[in-house]
């Protein structure tokens, strides 16, 4: 596909989705529904970013943006099937956020040293050990592709 026709293409799915977005109905105090809409807006973004960059003949951006995308659709697609992925989802984000904490702390980073003052590193790891213990672990891109049945848009991206 050339890039006018990537950028038609886009146009027609952000128009679709936008549209689409102003029928949704969702509840922000269901956690599910929460993440489905967040991932949702997230893709209508990406989308949007993509066309702005496209239009502007600054590509060299848009593949990056475009994997990300596809990312979110492969949880969007997972949560949307399980509603229990929202654990693999929290596990990714606890052990990111334990990661640079412990950075933050045992590092000398000094864009990190105020960030240690502010996190509870002894809740978030407790958190994701008990999501571990209930066999929620955070999920390599490979796995969350293969979750979704797209391991061959995994494969063709790399």
Not at 34 to 63: A, D, F, N, Q, W
Request: net charge positive; with cysteine.
């Amino acid at each position: 596909m050339d890039n006018m026709n990537t950028l038609n293409f886009l146009e027609k799915v952000l128009d679709k989705s936008t549209k689409y977005s102003r029928k949704l109905i969702f509840d922000k105090k269901y956690q599910l529904h929460l993440y489905l809409i967040s991932l949702y807006y997230r893709i209508i973004e990406l989308t949007h970013s993509c066309t702005i960059l496209m239009r502007e003949k600054i590509i060299s951006g848009v593949p990056i943006i475009l994997r990300t995308m596809l990312e979110t659709f492969a949880d969007l697609k997972n949560l949307s099937a399980d509603e229990n992925y929202i654990n693999f989802m929290q596990a990714s984000y606890l052990e990111e956020w334990l990661r640079l904490f412990k950075e933050a702390k045992d590092g000398d980073n000094p864009y990190l040293r105020k960030i240690s003052q502010i996190g509870n590193l002894k809740q978030i790891y407790t958190e994701l050990k008990k999501l571990k213990e209930n066999h929620y672990t955070p999920l390599s891109h490979y796995k969350r592709f293969e979750k979704a049945e797209m391991v061959d848009e995994y494969r063709s991206i790399i």
